[in-house]
């Protein structure tokens, strides 16, 4: 059964943006810290963004004022706003709960290129 769909990667010049989107099943999402994790080819997955229940959120360093994580409760729904992006940010983005991942989704596919 799948419960976690991530879509709206695509590919972007150097500088653009994208928002991506996850939709989550209830059982998962609901009161649940949420966050999207990146992984780029020969790498380790990694967290770079994370919201609590509550909506507070942190980010890596190398993300932190260019993206943006946000969460509607009502929809069940993750977004992860990117601007200003990098070729380093590309990767494949999943969306899962934290500190403790599920069962992970397909991804989607961010590529930064000229």
């Known amino acids: 059964q799948v419960q976690l769909v991530e879509s709206g990667g695509g590919l972007v010049q150097p500088g653009g943006s994208l928002s991506l989107s996850c939709a989550a099943s209830?059982?998962?999402?609901?009161?649940?810290?949420m966050g999207w994790y990146r992984q780029a080819p020969g790498t380790q997955r990694e967290l770079v963004a994370v919201i609590s229940s509550g909506g507070s959120t942190t980010y890596i360093d190398s993300v932190k004022g260019r993206f943006t994580i946000s969460r509607d409760n009502a929809k069940n729904t993750l977004y992860l706003q990117m601007n200003s992006l990098k070729p380093e940010d590309t990767a494949v983005y999943y969306c899962?709960?934290?500190?403790?991942?599920?069962?992970w989704g397909q991804g989607t596919q961010v590529t930064v290129s000229s």
């Open positions: 899962n709960t934290t500190p403790l991942p599920r069962a």
């Open positions: 209830k059982d998962i999402f609901s009161g649940r810290a």
